[in-house]
């Protein structure tokens, strides 16, 4: 279950931040920068709430522990914050990339420095890093179109809508595209950036719309842009799509699986409370303690949180009417 998995990922870095504000290596000040995409869309707004709780939580737990926050509506302003914590003397940093390529330079900087750093879900280029935390992107995309296979009969024209040029983006398009590769009679028609906005993503979907006269299913791999190729679909009259497949478990998406939504029949999970385990990372690497149990030194590189298909023989289970996403 999603909600147990990482809440079990969570408590397990709780017990440490809660062992280490009590001991002698707690009591070094510490300075952690956070910097992340600001909340343009629901999935990053959730983020952003998660990432707020993880350091109000750490400031409770532990007085020595100070953060720097910062959101970033785009790439150069977000280069721009990481130069800026690194003046302040952060100690940590943790990164949300708005985009990858152009936010691996500075993040290469910071790692040079002795920084400890923590990146997360979008990813950077190089391995410049102590941590990669993220959503398993590959078996998210994977399990979408394989269901989506299965319910087209493996046969069919769907369209891709990308998010922002990305590493996590990258591996989901090629994912999706290499899935309906392995079925001779499935057809990926076209793939576009809709930038995981509803708005861009209702753009993308209107000139697929006039461009395609037969169109079987359609992947966003983003429930944001699910919202916009729903709404272009819908106003457009056309009555030929047999499924839309978004991901990231929405609220209101998860609500339509349960509702029995023709269109929107599964979702996948991608929890925003990733970054809340980012944020419990960097203290924790900082702190210098690892997991309980665990007999290495050092925290792993990478860590990667499982994604588990949503149909409507689960979806209650999935479905939290108060959360933020």
């Known amino acids: 279950m999603k ?22 290596a707690a009591a070094k000040q510490i300075k952690i920068g956070v910097t992340m995409p600001t909340a343009d869309h629901g999935w990053m707004g959730g983020a952003n709430w998660w990432a707020k709780k993880a350091m109000d939580d750490w400031k409770k737990k532990d007085p020595n522990v100070d953060f720097v926050f910062k959101t970033s509506g785009d790439v150069t302003k977000q280069v721009a ?16 990339p708005f985009e990858s390529a152009p936010l691996t330079p500075v993040v290469e900087k910071a790692y040079g420095k002795g920084v400890y750093v923590v990146v997360l879900d979008r990813g950077v280029t190089k391995t410049v890093y102590d941590v990669y935390l993220s959503n398993d992107d590959e078996s998210y995309a994977r399990q979408a179109m394989e269901w989506i296979a299965k319910e087209l009969g493996h046969k069919g024209n769907v369209v891709l809508i990308e998010g922002v040029p990305s590493v996590i983006s990258d591996l989901r398009t090629k994912t999706a595209k290499a899935v309906a590769a392995k079925y001779p009679n499935m057809k990926v028609l076209d793939s576009q950036p809709g930038y995981w906005n509803k708005e861009k993503a209702v753009a993308v979907m209107e000139n697929y719309l006039a461009k395609y006269k037969n169109i079987d299913a359609v992947y966003t791999a983003d429930d944001d842009m699910l919202e916009g190729a729903l709404q272009a679909y819908k106003e457009s009259g056309r009555k030929d799509i ?18 029995g939504d023709p269109l929107v029949r599964a979702d996948a999970t991608y929890p925003p409370d990733v970054v809340a385990s980012a944020v419990s990372l960097a203290v924790v690497g900082l702190r210098g303690r690892v997991f309980e149990g665990f007999y290495q030194k050092k925290l792993p590189l990478r860590i990667i949180l499982a994604s588990e298909l949503i149909t409507r023989e689960n979806a209650k289970s999935y479905y939290v009417p108060e959360a933020v996403f």
Request: glycine share 16%.
């Open 242 to 259: 047999k499924i839309m497949f978004g991901g990231g478990a929405k609220k209101e998406e998860v609500k339509r699986i349960i509702d």
């Open 3 to 24: 909600k147990l998995a990482t809440a079990v990922f969570i408590a397990v870095l709780a017990v440490f931040g809660g062992s280490a504000s009590g001991q002698g």
């Open 81 to 96: 914050d990481v130069e800026d914590m690194l003046v302040q003397g952060v100690n940590g940093l943790v990164v949300f």
